[in-house]
C-alpha cells in the first residue's frame, strides 16, 4: 500500500470516527478572549456541524458574538488503548446562526427529530434555543500515539502527516518505547 493509499484510509476511518458520537465537545471564547469549554449535541448536513442551544449556555453567546469554535470528537477513556493518546478529531469552525424562518432551520430541525426522537419535541420550539452551523475550515486527527495528520481542502479530505518525524526521542532506548506504544 502506497502512503498515500494508506493516508486516504486514514481520512476514511476520521470519518467514521466522527459518526460514532451524538454530541461534539466544543471550546468557544468570548470577545474578550475567556474560554469556554462545553458540549452539544448536533446533527451533520453537507459537510457542516450542526447544534440547537440554550441562551443559557455559555458557549451560545460566545458563537453568536465571535463566530468562531474547535469541535472536538474524542475517544472515551474507557475505550483508549492509551490515555495519553486517545483518538480525536478536531476541527477549527466558523459559526452563524441559521435563522428560525429560513428553509434550512426547517430541514436541518428535521434531522435533530430524527436523530433525537421525541425529546425535540420538547425543545424544539423554545425560542431562547438558537440553531448554530459550524464550518470546519480545517482540522486535525490523531490515530493513536505519534499517528497525528492534518485535514484540509474540499470537504477537508486532503490528509497529510502532522509531522512525519513523530516524536522526538532523545536516544534508542527511548525510540524503542515509542515505537512500541504506536
Known sequence: ???????????????????????????SANAQG????????YVERDNKFYIYVSELATHCANLRETGLCSAMFVE????????????????????????RSSAK??????LFYEKFGNFMDAIGKLTDFHMIELMP???SYVAGFAKAYHLNGQDLLQITHRNDQGHAAPDASAQQKLDELA
Open 76 to 99: 472515551s477513556e474507557k475505550d483508549a488503548g492509551h490515555l495519553f493518546a486517545r483518538k480525536r478529531l478536531v476541527f477549527k469552525c466558523t459559526a452563524q446562526e441559521v435563522e
Open 137 to 139: 475550515t480545517h482540522g
Open 34 to 41: 475567556v474560554p469556554e469549554a462545553s458540549y452539544a449535541a
Open 105 to 110: 432551520f426547517d430541514e436541518v430541525m428535521a
Open 1 to 27: 500500500m502506497t502512503d498515500q493509499e494508506k493516508l486516504q484510509s486514514v481520512a476514511k476511518e476520521a470519518i467514521a470516527f466522527k459518526g460514532q458520537f451524538k454530541t461534539v465537545q466544543l471550546a
